[in-house]
Structures are given as structure tokens and as C-alpha cells.
């Protein structure tokens, strides 16, 4: 459990060191937390370490009473955000030799198996070809993309985005819990569900690509999306 001692916080905002010190040292872990989630993508742990005590810090400074979530949690979307910030900043992205030679060996199965069978093999079937994990599998499918953002807008007529389709933006900690609020919703949906959303709002695939991914058509990719974030809608406006 992370330290959310709301005395230190309150001093920590009204500027005593100690206090802020206290919340940063408590919080280690889940700075570390996060910041081994970059792992493997070229840069080093102390300087993302760094940034996250930064961010960190931030959410302190800007933490809303009036929203009831933890400091520990409320802080999570602004550590990631500027750690991906400093990556996107840092361009061109550092790829590391393992991901780059996963890469390579997806490329060459995938020409062969669509010269066999007239299609590009799904993520599960590469998995169990190449036997590694499914998050190697799409980080090194995504390793040659730019970093894109959830501003991005989608491909289809609405052109909006997922934070666009659940959140008015009235203002930056508004924006952060209403991803928080995302990350629950997400967790509802079951595994194949979570995929698409994830392969199309954070990954930023077409629908055709996604269908390709998941060996399905573009239209039934269509019409999974639509259900999907309805009953994500119908969920939020539960809460």
C-alpha cells in the first residue's frame, strides 16, 4: 500500500520540504512501479526515475481535495504522462537491439505466411510461433510507429478520439480522473474487448488493422467498437 498520508500532503502544498520529501520516499515503489513499465526501450531506469519523482511531485502540488481518489493514484496519469512525454520529446524513439530482432523475425513469418495463405498471421498465432510473450509481440509491432496520443484523432466519421467520446476537457485534473475512471471501465470489458480498445485508442490501429491483428473483418471491428463504448458510456454515466 502506498503512502497516502493526507497531513503530509496538505504541509507538502502549503511548502514544507520535509513532508514533500516523506510523500516522495513513501511513494518509491510506485514511481518504480511505472517506470519499469519502459523497460527495454532504450533509456535509462535512474533518468525515468528522475522525471517520475518530478511528475510526482506535480500531482502533490495540484492535488484536488474534492476529488475522492488516493494522492497514489491521482499521481499515476501524471508520472506516465511525463515519462511518455520525454520519450515523444526525445525522438527519434530508442529501440533496443532484442525488440528490433523481434521485429525482424515477425516481418519474415508474416511475408511467408501471406505468400502461403493470402494473410498476416494475429497476434496469438505469433505468439505461439515465436513463443514469447503477447506484450513483446505488439510493442515490437509498434516499435517502427510514431508515438501517437489519445488527442489523435480516429479514422472514422465522428473523428474523435476515446477521451473525446466520454470527457468535455473543462480542465486538466478533470482530464485525470476521467482516465482514471477509463482504466476502470477498461477492466469491465472482457479480454478481446480490452484488445480492441487498446489496439485502436492507445496503439492507434485503423479498424482494418485491428481486424487484421485479430483475424476478423473490418465491419465486424466496426460494430464490436460501437458496442463497446456504448456500454462504456451506460457504465460512466452509472458511476
Do not use: H
Request: glycine share 4%; charged share 35%.
Amino acid at each position: 500500500m502506498y503512502e497516502n498520508n493526507k497531513e503530509d500532503i496538505r504541509k507538502a502544498q502549503e511548502g514544507d520540504k520535509e513532508a514533500l520529501e516523506r510523500l516522495v520516499i513513501n511513494n518509491n515503489g510506485l514511481i518504480w512501479s511505472i517506470v519499469k513499465r519502459f523497460n527495454g526501450r532504450g533509456y535509462e531506469a535512474d533518468d525515468l526515475y528522475q522525471i517520475g519523482c518530478l511528475a510526482f511531485i506535480k500531482a502533490i502540488k495540484r492535488f484536488d481535495w474534492n476529488f475522492d481518489v488516493q494522492i497514489s493514484t491521482y499521481a499515476v496519469p501524471y508520472i506516465l504522462g511525463e515519462i511518455k512525454k520525454y520519450i515523444r520529446d526525445d525522438n527519434p524513439v530508442k529501440i533496443s537491439r532484442s525488440i528490433k530482432e523481434l521485429n525482424m523475425k515477425i516481418s519474415a513469418i508474416q511475408k511467408e505466411n501471406l505468400t502461403k495463405t493470402g494473410r498476416e498471421l494475429t497476434i496469438d498465432e505469433l505468439v505461439n510461433t515465436l513463443k514469447v510473450d503477447k506484450e513483446d509481440i505488439i510493442i515490437a509491432l509498434d516499435s517502427t510507429r510514431c508515438v501517437e496520443s489519445l488527442d489523435k484523432e480516429t479514422n472514422d466519421d465522428d473523428k474523435r478520439g476515446l477521451i473525446d467520446t466520454i470527457t468535455s476537457n473543462k480542465d486538466e485534473e478533470q482530464t485525470l480522473v476521467n482516465k482514471l475512471t477509463i482504466k476502470s471501465l477498461l477492466d469491465k470489458l472482457e479480454k478481446r474487448e480490452q484488445e480492441i480498445i487498446l489496439l485502436r485508442y492507445y496503439k492507434g490501429k485503423t479498424q482494418s488493422q485491428v481486424g487484421k491483428i485479430l483475424g476478423i473483418t473490418q465491419v465486424q471491428v466496426s460494430r464490436i467498437e460501437k458496442k463497446i463504448l456504448d456500454r462504456m458510456r451506460m457504465n460512466l454515466e452509472a458511476v
